[in-house]
T-cell receptor, first 111, second 112 residues
Framework: QKEVEQNSGPLSVPEGAIASLNCTYS??????FFWYRQYSGKSPELIMF??SNGDKEDGRFTAQLNKASQYVSLLIRDSQPSDSATYLC???????????WGAGTKLIIKP | DVKVTQSSRYLVKRTGEKVFLECVQD?????MFWYRQDPGLGLRLIYFSYDVKMKEKGDIPEGYSVSREKKERFSLILESASTNQTSMYLC???????????FGPGTRLTVL
């Protein structure tokens, strides 16, 4: 059974601090990695994707991928209350139609 | 970007009713997916379709069927609704290049 694991949280971070969200996956054949944000009652929306080992930055968000350790993370700098949401990690095997989803980490940014 | 729409945001049905959830996306040659999402369980794949009239079972297909007669439309059917099918239902389209999935707004279904 291929799995993607996330700490369910909630993860509480003060406003302005760095929020660090982590995800591990079981399938070494995985090639594409996604972070989605989901506000309560809304559908998931893509924040970032990463394919290669290392860091990828987009504004206040940085995705980090370590394929050897089967680990992907999302850092949110200068956290804002509007970042409070559930963050879903998803992983795609090469050539497969499906994404394998983690259960999500609930992030709370405290003013 | 793929735009995905779903026919209803909220739906209330009675046990035993046949329920149709409609999903439309505006890109050609896109794969499409139906998920349900329940608290603490994350996204669970019900069915997906990689082409017209093609369908594959996901992780939890029991009690559901799907129809894809046209590329832009993917329907989820609850043959005989039961209370344990009360959930948020999410439809998604997939970009073939990036593998990214784009979600519709969701349908919150309550079965009484």
């Amino acid at each position: 059974q291929k799995e993607v694991e996330q700490n369910s949280g909630p993860l509480s971070v003060p406003e302005g601090a760095i929020a660090s969200l982590n995800c591990t996956y079981s399938d070494r054949g995985s090639q594409s990695f996604f972070w989605y944000r989901q506000y309560s009652g809304k559908s998931p929306e893509l924040i970032m994707f990463i394919y290669s080992n290392g860091d990828k930055e987009d504004g206040r968000f940085t995705a980090q991928l370590n394929k050897a350790s089967q680990y992907v993370s999302l850092l949110i700098r200068d956290s804002q209350p509007s970042d409070s949401a559930t963050y879903l990690c998803a992983v795609n095997e090469g050539g497969n139609y499906q994404l394998i989803w983690g259960a999500g980490t609930k992030l709370i940014i405290k003013p | 970007d793929v735009k995905v729409t779903q026919s209803s945001r909220y739906l209330v049905k009675r046990t035993g009713e046949k329920v149709f959830l409609e999903c439309v996306q505006d890109m050609d040659h896109e794969n499409m997916f139906w998920y349900r999402q329940d608290p603490g369980l994350g996204l669970r794949l019900i069915y997906f379709s990689y082409d017209v009239k093609m369908k594959e079972k996901g992780d939890i297909p029991e009690g559901y069927s799907v129809s894809r007669e046209k590329k832009e439309r993917f329907s989820l059917i609850l043959e005989s609704a039961s209370t344990n099918q009360t959930s948020m239902y999410l439809c998604a389209g997939r970009d073939l290049t990036s593998h990214e999935q784009f979600f519709g707004p969701g349908t919150r279904l309550t079965v009484l």
